[in-house]
């Protein structure tokens, strides 16, 4: 079955980096558009940043755009976000998903969440 495996979260300092990775088996990665999405308490779960399959072609939401980085390797079948510059607003559960539709991002698979907390 399809497995989107997070990695990576975990508590940092406003202004610091993370780098969260997504490890894809059981689907012919490189066919499938990869996105980030993140849910923070209370709220609904919102799009961060998409992939198109080759990596030829990237999307951020406003709220990152120019401070997280997305990027894949295909041959490893892997996905990741660079998150620089990190606010406390950025603290949610961010979630790993795989989209056959492209970069219109109508997910198939999603991750279980890795844990992103900022504090000021």
């Known amino acids: 079955q399809v497995q989107l495996v997070e990695s990576g979260g975990g508590l940092v300092q406003a202004g610091g980096s993370l780098r969260l990775s997504c490890a894809a088996s059981g689907l012919t990665f490189s066919t499938y558009a990869m996105g980030w999405f993140r849910q923070a308490p209370g709220k609904e779960r919102d799009f961060v940043s998409a992939i198109n399959w080759s990596g030829g072609s990237t999307n951020y939401a406003n709220s990152v755009k120019g401070r997280f980085v997305i990027s894949r390797d295909n041959a490893k079948s892997t996905v990741y976000l660079q998150m620089n510059g990190l606010k406390p607003e950025d603290t949610a559960v961010y979630y790993c998903?795989?989209?056959?539709?492209?970069?219109?991002?109508?997910?198939?698979?999603w991750g279980q969440g890795a844990q992103v907390t900022v504090s000021s």
């Open positions: 998903a795989a989209a056959k539709s492209g970069f219109e991002m109508r997910v198939d698979y």
